[in-house]
């Protein structure tokens, strides 16, 4: 092969992100929310730590095998109210893993990959973590969180960014909420406690 032909080869490889990243599109397909397929991976030293999807937790019955989902059997809108839904966010369950075969993952990146699935779509979304996640990988180590965007793009977060942030100002003032948007439902402003 000539030499301009392996540069031109070498140029096509994929950064360590996207590389990652891929991989993580396909613990998504494991998934079992009926909404959107969404997976983690957790990285540490370019070696894979651990992986997580969305699903049921561990010997329950997921929404497929129950045939329906919860949250929308219920009228609760996407990005609201995480606690009603039988599955565990992929970062949580990546956490979950790592934690199960004993393994630190302090210093870590984690990658997440979402597309909605929902009513026979298959489109990438902005994904980006819940504020419960958030929590779980602040308090774990987790040094960046990568994602993709709808437009098949990288979003990185620096986690350190976000204590900055929620220093300054309350995390429920955060921007970067992930919502599949499985069904508009108007609420009256969402206020709590009236």
């Not at 819940?130 to 180590?141: R, T």
Request: contains cysteine.
């Amino acid at each position: 092969m000539p030499k301009d032909q392996e540069q031109q080869d070498h140029s096509k490889r994929p950064s360590w992100d996207e590389y990652f990243l891929a991989i993580t599109r396909d613990v998504a397909e494991r998934g079992t929310c009926m909404s959107a397929r969404i997976g983690a991976l957790i990285v540490k030293d370019k070696r894979i730590i651990s992986t997580g999807y969305v699903g049921a937790p561990r010997k329950t019955k997921d929404c497929w095998e129950r045939g329906n989902c919860l949250r929308r059997e219920l009228n609760i809108p996407s990005g609201h109210r995480y606690e009603l839904c039988r599955s565990v966010h992929a970062e949580q369950n990546a956490i979950i893993n790592a934690s199960r075969a004993g393994t630190n993952i302090e210093g870590a990146d984690m990658y997440i990959f979402g597309k909605r699935i929902y009513g026979g779509d298959n489109t990438l979304i902005d994904i980006s973590p819940c504020f419960i996640c958030k929590k779980m990988i602040l308090n774990a180590g987790i040094n960046r969180v990568i994602c993709n965007t709808k437009d098949n793009k990288i979003k990185i977060f620096e986690v350190g960014q976000w204590v900055k942030d929620w220093q300054q100002k309350d995390m429920i003032d955060d921007m970067d909420v992930h919502d599949a948007k499985y069904h508009e439902v108007k609420t009256n402003n969402d206020k709590c406690c009236n």
